[in-house]
């Protein structure tokens, strides 16, 4: 069972543009979102978190936006940039359930200079 | 702070061979998870040790399991190889208390012919 999907596949993006990468779960018990980046050959490096209790966190470039109603999050990159090309992974757990978390098949991000 | 660290880096065995994959978290960090991840498919969960204690457990067969020692280090067993057992296997750690983010290794690399 998919709890947690990121339908678009890949994405394209102007360099100096806004990035925003989707990401969708049905389990209503998720209270702690996780969003990842991987390189190829590396395993995925953590980027930025997000508890239920809240609706948006910053750090630098990277905003997450978490709508609970929507059972709906998305990552926001601004500015974009070439580095920032990669597979992106969304993740989320319900606090209850340890570190067992549910991740989307991933959405690859191509910056173009 | 030295990273997580996954032994070996690239694995080829045959079908119906045992391979045991290794894991070294980050210093301080109690808890260690393992992940599969195959071509198109997110990252699935397999298992959780915290303290010695396997935590949680994933929906793979019993030929996958694993353990952790005193000093954190784990260990993951996959008995009876199948061709479908080919993925990448990424280990992650965390303090295992209070949330917190999954930390990765680069994972290691089994293909089974």
């Known amino acids: 069972d998919q709890q947690v999907k990121q339908n678009s596949p890949s994405l394209s993006v102007q360099e100096g543009r806004i990035s925003i990468l989707n990401c969708d779960y049905t389990n209503s018990m998720f209270d702690y979102f996780l969003w990842y980046k991987k390189y190829p050959a590396e395993g995925p490096t953590f980027l930025i978190s997000?508890?239920?209790?809240?609706d948006k966190n910053e750090d630098g470039r990277f905003t997450v936006f978490l709508n609970k109603s929507a059972k709906h999050l998305s990552l926001h990159i601004v500015p974009s940039q070439p580095g920032d090309s990669a597979v992106y992974f969304c993740a989320a757990n319900a606090v209850d359930n340890f570190n067992k978390f549910y991740f989307g098949s991933g959405t690859k991000l191509n910056v173009k200079p | 702070k030295a990273g997580v660290t996954q032994t070996p880096r690239y694995l080829i065995k045959t079908r119906g061979q045992q391979v045991t994959l290794s894991c070294s978290p980050i210093?301080?960090?109690?808890?260690v998870s393992w992940y599969q991840q195959t071509p198109g498919q997110g990252l699935q969960f397999l298992f959780e040790y915290f303290s010695e204690t396997q935590r949680n457990k994933g929906n793979f067969p019993g030929r996958f399991s694993g353990r952790q020692f005193s000093n954190s280090r784990s260990e993951m067993n996959v008995s009876t190889l199948e061709l479908g057992d080919s993925a990448l296997y990424l280990c992650a750690s965390s303090l295992g208390t209070g949330g917190g983010p999954l930390h990765f290794g680069n994972g290691t690399r089994l293909t089974v012919t």
């Open positions: 997000i508890s239920s209790i809240k």
């Open positions: 210093s301080g960090h109690r808890s």
